[in-house]
């Protein structure tokens, strides 16, 4: 089955104590994304990745960090989690070509107290 | 640069009525557009897409949407709603031009009443 896996899906954390959300895909999509949702504010997107060893930032991604080193896997790491980061996250891939549509993780509810 | 705008943050229908959700784009290249659908606690599941071709475009769960360039729109219909329509509807838009950042518009939640 086809599927973007993110894990946790729940998360409460402390300021500054340092954590990692993982995100694996099994489509052997070339594009994977970071997104966060906040109520009124949609999904604004954090960090992006086109391809192993190739990631840029996003809309909002101070605070953030990511790293692709395997096709499947994207992990979005918060060095020091501060309390507005709390927030849904959301893992996507997608493919290059073809067909765009993005698939998503059933994401992980953070918050930073 | 390209942007998504939903008018409504939120959409009240009763059981059986029309639903219309409105979304707006702006691409500088031809858009491919989307809807997808968030219930309670999940992620997000496509509804339908357009990128090129046949303009009214057919959905999951009795959802369509129109392409309309002229008017640069891409609004969801139901013919008739049901309450497990209920669920906050995202449009989005991407383009085909090498890598291009899916953009979100900020949701329309449909409320559905008996």
């Known amino acids: 089955e086809a599927q973007v896996t993110q894990n946790p899906r729940y998360l409460i954390t402390v300021t500054g104590k340092k954590l990692t959300v993982t995100c694996s895909q099994n489509?052997?999509?070339?594009?994977m994304s970071w997104y966060r949702q906040d109520p009124g504010l949609g999904l604004r997107q954090i960090y992006y990745?086109?391809?192993?060893?190739?990631?840029d930032k996003g809309d909002v991604p101070e605070g953030y960090k990511v790293s692709r080193k395997e096709k499947r896997n994207f992990p979005l790491i918060l060095e020091s989690p501060s309390p507005n980061q709390t927030s849904l996250y959301f893992c996507?891939?997608?493919?290059?070509?073809?067909?765009?549509?993005?698939?998503f993780g059933q994401g992980t509810r953070l918050t930073v107290v | 640069a390209q942007s998504v705008t939903q008018l409504g943050s939120h959409v009240s229908v009763s059981e059986g009525a029309l639903v219309l959700l409105r979304c707006n784009y702006s691409?500088?290249?031809?858009?491919?557009l989307f809807w997808y659908v968030q219930y309670p606690n999940q992620g997000l599941q496509l509804l339908l897409k357009?990128?090129?071709?046949?303009?009214l475009v057919k959905g999951i769960n009795g959802f369509e949407a129109e392409f309309k360039k002229s008017e640069t729109s891409f609004h969801l219909t139901k013919p008739s709603a049901h309450m497990s329509d209920a669920a906050e509807y995202f449009c989005?838009?991407?383009?085909?031009?090498?890598?291009?950042?899916?953009?979100f518009g900020k949701g329309t939640m449909l409320l559905v009443s008996p």
């Open positions: 996507a891939s997608r493919s290059s070509t073809g067909n765009t549509e993005a698939f």
């Open positions: 989005a838009v991407t383009s085909n031009s090498g890598y291009s950042t899916l953009t």
């Open positions: 990745s086109m391809n192993v060893e190739v990631t």
């Open positions: 489509m052997n999509h070339e594009y």
């Open positions: 691409s500088s290249v031809p858009p491919y």
């Open positions: 357009y990128t090129t071709g046949a303009t």
